[in-house]
């Protein structure tokens, strides 16, 4: 059987359609042949299937919907750009209020027992307990005192092992993390006083608060134009029993006459 192509006309003859030859793409316009596809394609023609417009549209977000990510405000500004962090931001604060505390003279000041109790206390602050420029005094003699050189952002604990081992290492580098604070030894460090005489000492009976004259009679000595009641010695040196002779032992000018 020879398949054969045919136009059909009405009552009027006029063309019906769709004809089965010359049948045009169907457009806005026009009525004829339709595409379809399944995937959204920019300047397309062809019609969206409804399968297509499900899924498409299953990928994206609700009109009312919460983005979990977006690089732009709803005014189109880049977020990185144009917004802080609430964390920068902290640490600005943080860092202006300390200024500010430096400024105005109102660095604190702490202090512990020691060294062991001060990185007890200092790895269980919150960044905001204390502040740049605050002072940590310690009782203990040996060890230097120190002070807050900065506040970071993250706490890292420091392990204590002892005294020695703190101090070496605010030596070898400059600071020292303890929590969220850095800290760094004083310049003014503690003057080791072994050895040194207390001002409550007195030196025959004269207390060390000021300076001390003493006279030859605090000491028991001759002033220097005293008269010694006893001497071995004249004033050159030589020995008063060896080189001189005394009265008794001079014979008299009577007795050589007689």
Wanted: proline share 2%.
């Amino acid at each position: 059987m020879t398949t054969k192509r045919i136009k059909l006309k009405n009552a009027d003859g006029e063309y019906l359609e769709p004809y089965t030859t010359n049948v045009p793409d169907a457009s806005s316009s026009v009525k004829g042949l339709v595409q379809t596809e399944t995937t959204p394609t920019a300047n397309s023609t062809k019609v969206l299937t409804s399968g297509g417009a499900k899924t498409a549209l299953d990928a994206k977000l609700d009109a009312t919907g919460t983005a979990a990510k977006a690089t732009a405000d709803a005014s189109g500004n880049n977020i990185v750009d144009t917004y802080a962090t609430k964390t920068a931001l902290s640490t600005v604060e943080t860092t202006a209020n300390s200024a500010k505390s430096i400024a105005e003279g109102r660095a604190r000041a702490v202090s512990f027992e020691t060294y062991s109790a001060m990185v007890t206390a200092l790895n269980s602050a919150a960044n905001t307990d204390y502040k740049v420029g605050d002072n940590i005094f310690i009782s203990e003699q040996e060890v230097p005192d120190l002070w807050i050189y900065s506040v970071e952002s993250t706490s890292s604990d420091y392990t204590y092992t002892s005294e020695n081992a703190l101090s070496a290492a605010l030596q070898s580098s400059a600071s020292v993390q303890i929590g969220y604070y850095k800290v760094v030894a004083m310049e003014t460090a503690k003057v080791d006083l072994t050895g040194y005489v207390p001002t409550a000492r007195t030196v025959n009976g004269k207390a060390l608060t000021s300076n001390i004259t003493l006279s030859a009679a605090d000491v028991g000595a001759l002033s220097a134009d005293a008269t010694a009641t006893k001497a071995t010695a004249d004033a050159s040196g030589n020995n008063i029993a060896t080189t001189y002779a005394t009265k008794s032992e001079i014979i008299s000018y009577e007795e050589m006459n007689s």
